[in-house]
């Protein structure tokens, strides 16, 4: 080829590709170029962390690099969630539960971080019901409520500390059920409450399915009622509705995020990837072993639901001016 023609096409090319600089187009088809941080804000085998392994892995294969999982706990999980809101690598994702997103910004003024502006919503993970249990010698249905408005006070509830989805749940089951004044005792994990209610020194609780049901099987607890409606998580179970508290729906979950500056070609590649890994049967299974229903959403369906939960959340923590101490 003549040497003017070969400058003249050189210079075509350029004018092509400069429609979209090399650096942004080697960015784009890249991504991820190192390992992925996972951040968990509590410790191993809690369940952020055993929903975060859940993932991690078939993730990784997705994405061709390593997803490395962090454990920071603290804080309830806002520690880990703070340094998610703050990362600027583009390659650091964090698993949270409700509260980080729904509650903490009540409960803690100087949350170091706004939830509803410091992240990139990707998917709920996982959700279960929360189940009322009581000890064994406790009746169940509408007959357990009638002998908590009985009670009044002198019962109490045992949960795993102020502000958690345990306490704020039990508060909005006070609200549902006139008369009912159980006072909390809060407990450093769901074991200590567990053994709370089989000695009778709380008379009962909200607790994951996962935790509850082998002490039901064993006749240790009773179980009164799911916290949603029917669970394949606990089929023989009923549903709080069937006892007669009407208006009353509350799961625990977790989720996957990023910070608010996540690239739209992390983004992307996350929600495609992650939509294929929450269908795959696996994951699934091994999420329901332990006690949770494996789920995918949009991230327009994950922030309308932490929106509509932020706002339940607030007026409990209002009505009852709940505070941390």
Same mark, same amino acid.
């Given at each position: 080829m003549h040497a003017s023609k070969r400058a003249l096409l050189a210079v075509a090319c350029g004018l092509v590709a400069g429609a979209l600089p090399f650096g942004a187009m080697a960015q784009a088809a890249a991504w991820p170029t190192k390992p992925i941080r996972l951040l968990v804000g509590f410790p191993g085998g809690s369940t952020p962390d055993i929903a975060a392994r859940t993932i991690a892995e078939p993730l990784s294969k997705a994405l061709g690099q390593p997803v490395v999982v962090d454990n920071?706990?603290?804080?309830?999980?806002?520690?880990?969630?703070? *340094?998610?809101?703050?990362?600027?690598?583009?390659?650091?994702?964090?698993?949270?539960?409700?509260?980080? =997103?729904t509650s903490s910004k009540m409960l803690y003024p100087k949350l170091p971080y706004d939830p509803a502006k410091d992240f990139t919503y990707l998917s709920l993970i996982a959700t279960a019901p929360l189940m009322l249990v009581a000890p064994a010698n406790l009746p169940g249905g509408t007959a357990f409520f009638d002998a908590a408005r009985k009670a009044g006070d002198t019962w109490s509830y045992g949960s795993v500390g102020v502000g958690s989805v345990g306490h704020l749940g039990m508060e909005q089951l006070k609200s549902r059920v006139p008369g009912m004044k159980a006072i909390h005792v809060p407990y450093q994990g769901n074991p200590q409450v567990v053994t709370g209610l089989i000695g009778g020194q709380v008379q009962m609780a909200l607790i994951p399915p996962g935790v /509850?049901?082998? *002490? &039901?099987?064993?006749? $240790? !607890?009773?179980?009164?009622?799911?916290?949603?409606?029917?669970?394949? =998580? /606990? @089929?023989? &179970?009923?549903?709080?509705?069937?006892?007669?508290?009407?208006?009353?729906? !509350?799961?625990? #979950?977790?989720? =996957?995020?990023?910070?608010?500056? !996540?690239?739209?070609?992390?983004?992307?590649? %996350?929600?495609?990837?992650? /939509?294929?890994?929450?269908?795959? @049967?696996?994951? +699934? *299974? $091994? !999420?329901?072993?332990?006690? #949770? *229903?494996? &789920?995918?959403?949009?991230?327009?369906?994950?922030?309308? +639901? &932490?929106?509509?939960?932020?706002?339940?959340?607030?007026?409990? %923590?209002?009505?009852?001016?709940? $505070?941390l101490q």
């Open positions: 920071k706990p603290g804080a309830s999980g806002n520690i880990a969630a703070d *340094q998610v809101a703050k990362a600027t690598d583009d390659h650091t994702l964090g698993i949270v539960i409700n509260g980080n =997103l /509850a049901l082998p *002490q &039901v099987k064993a006749g $240790k !607890l009773r179980a009164v009622g799911l916290t949603s409606g029917r669970s394949t =998580l /606990a @089929p023989e &179970v009923p549903s709080l509705s069937e006892a007669g508290v009407k208006d009353f729906n !509350l799961e625990v #979950w977790t989720a =996957l995020l990023g910070p608010a500056n !996540l690239s739209k070609t992390a983004q992307e590649r %996350i929600n495609k990837e992650l /939509a294929i890994i929450m269908k795959s @049967p696996e994951v +699934r *299974q $091994k !999420l329901f072993d332990q006690g #949770w *229903q494996a &789920v995918g959403t949009s991230p327009d369906g994950m922030r309308a +639901r &932490v929106k509509d939960e932020a706002a339940i959340m607030s007026k409990i %923590i209002s009505t009852n001016g709940i $505070k």
